[in-house]
């Protein structure tokens, strides 16, 4: 199994669409998925009591001590990936998160402010040694100021950007917070528009920079299935037999 975690100092910052927004796309390209919430405002509790299915599972997990045992019995289910939010700040649940994580995502927004709040949260996953990427969230479509916040956070990590920035940025628009609100994830609300399609190229950024690959449960139930419809149909003609020599 494979934790991601998402975390940085600056409340508002997106962890929670992010979290959700590509939970749904690494199981729509194939893998298992829960949804870990170690933030007591409970946006992710929330999310789930809108949603209509129960395809994706919010577990919420409060206590640092309780983090590491439950990833391992998640991890002996046969799990392919977790994905933990975490609360604002950097609390002992969120340090233990980043711990045990294969990756830890930091989001920031396009600001002095943002990119001055992740150095904690950079520290920590330092500390432990757990690979880091910076997310570019909530940005602008275009502007001199992207281009600043994502030197500024090289220059912060010491090193190439192209080792540091999660790509694509993914720009402020409507669809992400609709989504949020009707209980779905944003390539669900809108899954052709432009805000889905930078959320599936994160997942898809995310599974080269771990080295996924999917387990095919969806190619098992259709070899089932089939493999079911041939059982009946052989059962059917072995009864039209029966009948036949009965008679």
């Given at each position: 199994?494979?934790?991601?975690?998402?975390?940085?100092?600056?409340?508002?910052?997106?962890?929670?669409?992010?979290?959700?927004?590509?939970?749904?796309?690494?199981?729509?390209?194939?893998?298992?998925?829960?949804?870990?919430?170690?933030?007591?405002?409970?946006?992710?509790?929330?999310?789930?009591?809108?949603?209509?299915?129960?395809?994706?599972?919010?577990?919420?997990?409060?206590?640092?001590?309780?983090?590491?045992?439950?990833?391992?019995?998640?991890?002996?289910?046969?799990?392919?990936?977790?994905?933990?939010?975490?609360?604002?700040?950097?609390?002992?649940?969120?340090?233990?998160?980043?711990?045990?994580?294969?990756?830890?995502?930091?989001?920031?927004?396009?600001?002095?402010?943002?990119?001055?709040?992740?150095?904690?949260?950079?520290?920590?996953?330092?500390?432990?040694?757990?690979?880091?990427?910076?997310?570019?969230?909530?940005?602008?479509i275009r502007g001199q100021r992207i281009?600043?916040?994502?030197?500024?956070?090289?220059?912060?990590?010491?090193?190439?950007?192209?080792?540091?920035?999660?790509?694509?940025?993914?720009?402020?628009?409507?669809?992400?917070?609709?989504?949020?609100?009707?209980?779905?994830?944003?390539?669900?609300?809108?899954?052709?528009?432009?805000?889905?399609?930078?959320?599936?190229?994160?997942?898809?950024?995310?599974?080269t920079r771990l080295e996924l690959e999917?387990?095919?449960?969806?190619?098992?139930?259709?070899?089932?299935?089939?493999?079911?419809?041939?059982?009946?149909?052989?059962?059917?003609?072995?009864?039209?037999?029966?009948?036949?020599?009965?008679?």
């Amino acid at each position: 199994m494979h934790t991601i975690v998402l975390a940085t100092q600056k409340g508002g910052s997106g962890k929670s669409t992010l979290a959700i927004g590509l939970a749904l796309a690494a199981k729509q390209a194939g893998f298992t998925v829960r949804l870990i919430e170690t933030d007591p405002q409970g946006t992710l509790s929330n999310w789930q009591r809108r949603r209509s299915t129960d395809d994706l599972v919010v577990e919420p997990i409060y206590h640092a001590a309780d983090i590491a045992p439950r990833l391992k019995m998640l991890a002996d289910s046969g799990l392919q990936l977790a994905i933990v939010d975490t609360a604002a700040g950097l609390s002992a649940a969120t340090t233990a998160a980043i711990r045990h994580s294969d990756l830890c995502l930091i989001p920031a927004r396009p600001s002095v402010a943002d990119i001055e709040a992740t150095v904690s949260t950079l520290s920590v996953a330092r500390a432990w040694k757990r690979p880091y990427s910076f997310v570019l969230n909530q940005t602008p479509i275009r502007g001199q100021r992207i281009d600043n916040a994502a030197t500024a956070l090289a220059e912060e990590a010491a090193l190439d950007l192209a080792e540091v920035l999660a790509r694509p940025l993914i720009v402020m628009r409507n669809d992400h917070q609709d989504a949020l609100a009707s209980g779905l994830a944003v390539s669900e609300f809108a899954p052709n528009g432009k805000s889905a399609d930078e959320i599936r190229g994160l997942w898809r950024w995310i599974e080269t920079r771990l080295e996924l690959e999917a387990t095919t449960n969806v190619l098992i139930d259709q070899v089932i299935s089939a493999a079911h419809g041939m059982l009946q149909i052989a059962a059917e003609q072995a009864a039209d037999e029966t009948t036949a020599l009965a008679s």
